[in-house]
C-alpha cells in the first residue's frame, strides 16, 4: 500500500468521522424473513453476478471460442481431403456442425462451474454461504448462470452456420438455441456438483477434463452414431452427452438438401435394440440427467458441519 | 417460527406450567443477551476444538475473543454465525438459537471474516448490491443504504471501482461496511485487522470505534494482537478450546497485580544479590537488564533507590500488559502458543476446506 493511499485511508476516518457527526446514527433497516419472493432474489442476484463476471472477462469468451473452431474449420478441412474420395458429397465441416454446437457451451458451462472452486478458494463462496437463503437458491442461480452464459458463447457459434453449409432457418435456429440452453445446463450442474467435494483448482480441471473429453469424442459429435462395432455402440448409449449431440445432428441435418443415402449414412440416429428413440425422449434424458445432478449438488452444498 | 418450534418442544415433553413459566422466563432473559453460550463444544474427531464454553455478552457490548491462533476462536465464531454445528451445548445470537432457527440468526448478524470474501471481478458497489440482495433488503432502501454505509467507510469515491484494485485496508473496510448494510445487531468481526500495517490496523479501528458510537450494536470481535484487545469492554482469553479468563481489561490487568520494574545498574550480580537480601525479591536478568514484579511500582522506585546500594542506571516501570495477563492465565506467552499452534490449526483448515 503507498503512503498517498495510506494518507488517503487516515484522512477518510475523519471525514467519516465528520460524516457520521453531521449525519446522526445510521438509520435502522429491518430485513424481512425472505420467503418464495427472498429466494427468487437470490437466484436472480447469483445469475447475474455470473453475467457480469462474464462480459468483464472478453478474453474468456475468446479462448473459449478457439477450441469449436479448431474442430470445425482445422480438423473438418483436413480430413475433408480424405472423404473427397468417398461417395458423399456432404462437407466433414457439416458433419461436425452440430457436435460442435454442444461442444462450444459445454467448455463455458464447465469453467462457469469451476468458478465456485475459485470462490471457495478466494473466500466469496463463504459470502453467499451465510446469506439467510437456501442453498438450493445459490446453486439453482449458479446453474442458470453458467447455462446464460455458456449460450451465449452457443449463439456465436450459431451464427457462423452459413460458413459450413446451413441454411439459417429462423425455426431450427431457435431448436438449436433451446437444446444448447439445456445442455449448458445440465453440465454445469455436473460441474457444480463436483465442485462440492473437489475444493482445489487442479484436481477440477483434472477431474473435469477426464470426464468431458471423452463423454466428447464417445459421443458421436466427430461421426455418425448408426453402424458403429459393438463396443463403441454400447458405450455411446451410455453416454449422456450422446442424448445432446444427436438430437442437435438431427435438427440441422433436417433443413439440409440430402440424398437418401446420405441421411441414412450419417444422421442415423441413435437406437435402443432396434427402438429410433425420439428427440423429445433424448432431450428429457439430458435434462432428468441434468436435474439429477443439481439435487444432488443442493444436497451437497447443504450440509452443515 | 421459533415460538411454534418451542411450544412444539414443549408439548413433546408434557413439561409442567410451573417448568413452563420458568423456561418462559429463561427464554426472556436469552433474548436479552446479544450473545448467549452454554457448555458449547465442538469436536473434529479426537480434536476437542472447542472445549466447552459458556458466556454471554450484553447488548451494546464491545466483546472481545482473544486468544492464539488455533485456540478455538473462529471455530466459535463459525457456530455462532451458524457456518459450524456445535457438537453439544447451545448458542442464541439475538434470541435466536444458532442450531435451530439459522436463517434467523443470519438476518441479525453481519460477518466480517479473517480471510476476505469479496468478489474482486465486481465493483465495490455491486458487491453490496449482490449483499442487499442475498439478505432481502426492501428495494426502496438498498441505493441509500449503500452510499450511507460506504460514506461511513470512507469509500464513497471509490464505489464505482473494481475491489481488485483496493488496497488491503480498503478491502477490509468494503468488508465492514458490507457486514453494516442489512443493519444486523450483533457484528461479528473475525481477526478483523489481521495482515494489515499498523497505520492501517489504527485506522480500522477508529472506523470500528465510529460504528461503535454512532449505533445500537453489539460488536463481537476476535484478534490475536494484544494491544487491541485493550479497545473492548470486556475480554474473553482463550487457549486450547477453554475460556480462561472473562472479564474488563482493567480487571483483568489487575488480576495479574504486580507491575513489572526492570533496572539496568552498574553491576547485575551484586543488584539482584541485594533485592533477595534487602527487599526479598527474586528478579531475573535478561538483556542485560533486571526484571521484577512489585504490587505498587511507582511507590517501589523511591526506595529502590535509597535502599540497593548498588547504582542504577535506569529504571522503568510498567502495569501489566494483556501479554502478562495472558501469560499468567495459561503460563505461555502468545507468540510461544502459536507456534505450537500451528499444526492444529492446519488440521482445523483441512477440515473446513473438505466441506
Known amino acids: 500500500m503507498s503512503s498517498a493511499a495510506r494518507a488517503a485511508g487516515t484522512g477518510g476516518a475523519d471525514a467519516a468521522a465528520e460524516a457520521a457527526r453531521s449525519a446522526g446514527p445510521p438509520a435502522q433497516i429491518h430485513v424481512p424473513s425472505g420467503g418464495a419472493r427472498g429466494e427468487l432474489r437470490a437466484i436472480r442476484i447469483v445469475w447475474w453476478r455470473e453475467l457480469i463476471r462474464f462480459s468483464r472477462d472478453r478474453l474468456r469468451i475468446i479462448t473459449s471460442l478457439v477450441q469449436p473452431f479448431l474442430f470445425l474449420f482445422i480438423l473438418g478441412t483436413g480430413l475433408s481431403t480424405l472423404s473427397a474420395h468417398g461417395h458423399f458429397r456432404i462437407s466433414l465441416r457439416t458433419l461436425f456442425y452440430p457436435g460442435v454446437l454442444c461442444m462450444a457451451v459445454m467448455f463455458t458451462a464447465m469453467f462457469s462451474a469451476a468458478s465456485i472452486v475459485w470462490d471457495r478458494e478466494f473466500g466469496f463462496l463463504r459470502e453467499m454461504m451465510v446469506a439467510p437463503v437456501k442453498r438450493a437458491s445459490l446453486v439453482l442461480g449458479k446453474c442458470l448462470g453458467g447455462a446464460t452464459v455458456a449460450a451465449f458463447q452457443g449463439l456465436i457459434v450459431i451464427a457462423i452456420a452459413g460458413l459450413v453449409g446451413v441454411p439459417y432457418e429462423p425455426l431450427m435456429l431457435l431448436e438449436i438455441f433451446g437444446l444448447q440452453l439445456l445442455v449448458a445446463f445440465s453440465i454445469t450442474a455436473f460441474g457444480v456438483m463436483a465442485a462440492a467435494r473437489i475444493t482445489q483448482m487442479q484436481s477440477f480441471m483434472a477431474v473435469t477434463q477426464m470426464a468431458i473429453m471423452p463423454m466428447f469424442f464417445i459421443s458421436g459429435a466427430l461421426f455418425p452414431v448408426s453402424g458403429l462395432p459393438s463396443w463403441l455402440t454400447v458405450l455411446n448409449r451410455i453416454d449422456p452427452l450422446t442424448y445432446a449431440v444427436d438430437p442437435m445432428r438431427r435438427i440441422v441435418f433436417a433443413h439440409l438438401k440430402l440424398g437418401g443415402a446420405e441421411r441414412l449414412a450419417f444422421a442415423g440416429g441413435v437406437t435402443w435394440w432396434g427402438y429410433r428413440v425420439p428427440t423429445l425422449l433424448e432431450a428429457g434424458v439430458v435434462a432428468a440427467l441434468g436435474l439429477v445432478m443439481l439435487g444432488v449438488a443442493i444436497a451437497e452444498f447443504s450440509r452443515v458441519d | ?355
Open chain 2, 1 to 355: 417460527m421459533r415460538d411454534a418450534e418451542e411450544s412444539g418442544r414443549r408439548r413433546a415433553d408434557g413439561s409442567a406450567p410451573a417448568a413452563l413459566a420458568q423456561e418462559d422466563q429463561a427464554a426472556e432473559e436469552i433474548a436479552a443477551y446479544a450473545v448467549y453460550v452454554r457448555k458449547l463444544v465442538k469436536r473434529y474427531g479426537d480434536l476437542e476444538a472447542v472445549a466447552g464454553i459458556d458466556f454471554e455478552v450484553a447488548r451494546g457490548e464491545l466483546f472481545g475473543f482473544l486468544g492464539p491462533n488455533g485456540a478455538g476462536k473462529s471455530t466459535t465464531i463459525n457456530m455462532l454465525c451458524t457456518l459450524v454445528r456445535p457438537s453439544s451445548g447451545v448458542a442464541y445470537v439475538a434470541g435466536h438459537d444458532v442450531a435451530r432457527e439459522r436463517d434467523a440468526v443470519r438476518r441479525q448478524i453481519g460477518l466480517v471474516f479473517q480471510d476476505q470474501t469479496l468478489d474482486g471481478y465486481l465493483t465495490a458497489e455491486q458487491n453490496l448490491r449482490l449483499h442487499a440482495e442475498l439478505y432481502g433488503m426492501p428495494r426502496s432502501t438498498i441505493a441509500p443504504r449503500i452510499a450511507e454505509v460506504m460514506s461511513m467507510m470512507g469509500l464513497h469515491e471509490r464505489r464505482r471501482s473494481l475491489v481488485n484494485t483496493f488496497s488491503g485496508g480498503m478491502r477490509r473496510r468494503l468488508e465492514i461496511a458490507r457486514g453494516l448494510l442489512h443493519s444486523p445487531r450483533v457484528l461479528f468481526l473475525d481477526e478483523p485487522t489481521i495482515g494489515l500495517d499498523p497505520q492501517t490496523r489504527s485506522s480500522i479501528w477508529s472506523y470500528i470505534r465510529l460504528l461503535k458510537a454512532g449505533a445500537d450494536i453489539t460488536i463481537f470481535l476476535t484478534t490475536h494482537y494484544m494491544d487491541e484487545a485493550e479497545h473492548c469492554g470486556r475480554i474473553a482469553i482463550m487457549d486450547q478450546g477453554r475460556i480462561v479468563a472473562l472479564d474488563t481489561p482493567d480487571v483483568l490487568k489487575a488480576s495479574v497485580g504486580k507491575d513489572r520494574v526492570q533496572i539496568r545498574t552498574e553491576d547485575d550480580a551484586a543488584a539482584a544479590a541485594a533485592l533477595r537480601e534487602r527487599f526479598g525479591i527474586e528478579s531475573s536478568e535478561a538483556e542485560g537488564m533486571l526484571t521484577f514484579g512489585v504490587a505498587e511500582g511507582e511507590q517501589f522506585v523511591p526506595r529502590l533507590f535509597a535502599e540497593l546500594g548498588v547504582p542504577i542506571r535506569s529504571v522503568s516501570v510498567s502495569r501489566p500488559s494483556l501479554d502478562d495477563v495472558f501469560m499468567s492465565y495459561t503460563g505461555r506467552t502468545i507468540r510461544d502458543s502459536e507456534a505450537s499452534g500451528t499444526d492444529q490449526l492446519r488440521q482445523m483448515a483441512t477440515m473446513w476446506r473438505r466441506r
